[in-house]
């Protein structure tokens, strides 16, 4: 009888012991990340000739506009900048690239910035796009940074297996914010895009993430929301339904597709200055320039002859 209990005895010790390893097993495969797949790109678009000649000469396109911005109910007299630079990027680190490299991944970048004054104190606004001239993916990286006298706030998408979303602001309800959004079409992308090629814009019904300026001046989730698309010989349209917004870019219909004017009409402002305004943007004039090697007190007439001074 007591071999019998001790042979029980052993038995279920035994189980257990395997029970633990299947456990412990179960929980490590559980734990191990598997990569999936990665989705594969639409085929490169190949370079025109005339890219090639315009974009890589070893220059920066900059573009002056004067700016009337709706801001807080009232239309706001300003400048804007449009700064078209291509350059290498590596995807891993998401920065450009110092070296040269097989794996650096060609962009066209833009550099937006708008200046306006809204009575006392002074905005200023930079929105930065990385997108890849083989226009067969989305862009790589955005950065959106707002200062005023009250505080400053910036947001930073960067293009990995989701679009992850590092978000700082001095307001309390979205002071410092980490999350990821699914892949949709970005309307700070569309304006490189439209730049490469106007004919491979996104129309009809979609979903779009706003232009992060947008998002943050109005302060409303980061998410896509429905929209719809037209696009017309010289003329790129977005709606948004939803939010009340309409954002129309005319360019020049012939290679290399420069952005003429824009207009953007929303609510602006609050309570008894909430109405619909239009903010608008007019070409002044536009260089080609080197503009980092740009920087002693002999070349400011360079802003002169963009119309900035």
């Keep these: 009888m007591k071999s019998v209990t001790q042979f029980l005895c052993i038995a279920f010790c035994s189980l257990l012991i395997v029970s633990c390893k299947d456990s412990a097993s179960s929980s490590q495969i559980t734990d191990v990340k598997v990569d999936t797949p990665k989705k594969s790109l639409k085929k490169a678009e190949p370079l025109s000739e005339d890219f ?25 007299k300003g400048t804007a900048v449009l700064v078209y630079v291509t350059e290498p990027f590596l995807k891993s680190e998401q920065v450009k690239a110092d070296q040269d490299a097989s794996n650096n991944i060609p962009v066209l970048k833009l550099n937006a910035t708008k200046n306006f004054t809204t009575g006392i104190y002074p905005y200023s606004i930079m929105q930065s796009v990385f997108y890849p001239v083989a226009n067969n993916q989305h862009a790589l990286k955005i950065a959106c940074s707002v200062q005023e006298w009250c505080g400053q706030v910036y947001a ?9 979303v590092r978000s700082h602001s001095y307001f ?5 914010e980490t999350f990821n959004l699914n892949k949709n079409i970005l309307e700070n992308e569309l304006w490189t895009q439209l730049r490469i090629n106007p004919k ?56 290399p597709f420069d952005i003429i004017s ?37 070349d400011s007439g360079l802003r002169e002859s963009l119309g900035l001074e």
């Design 52 to 76: 090639k000649a315009y974009w890589y000469q070893g220059e920066a396109e900059i573009t002056s506009y004067t700016l009337e911005q709706a801001r807080y109910g009232e239309i706001r």
């Design 156 to 164: 930073q998408l960067n293009n990995r297996s989701d679009f992850e």
């Design 172 to 176: 309390e309800g979205e002071a410092d």
């Design 200 to 255: 491979s814009l996104p129309t009809g019904s979609l979903e779009i993430i706003p232009a992060f300026e947008f998002l943050r001046l109005r302060h409303i989730p980061f998410k896509a929301y429905n929209a719809s698309a037209e696009l017309s010989e010289n003329r790129y349209t977005i709606s948004y339904p939803e939010l009340n917004r309409t954002i129309s870019i005319t360019y020049n219909p012939q290679s």
């Design 262 to 298: 824009w207009e953007e009409t929303f609510i602006s402002g609050q309570g008894d200055k909430a109405q619909e305004l239009t903010t608008k943007a007019t070409r002044i004039s536009s260089i080609k320039s080197d503009y980092w090697n740009k920087n002693s007190n002999a």
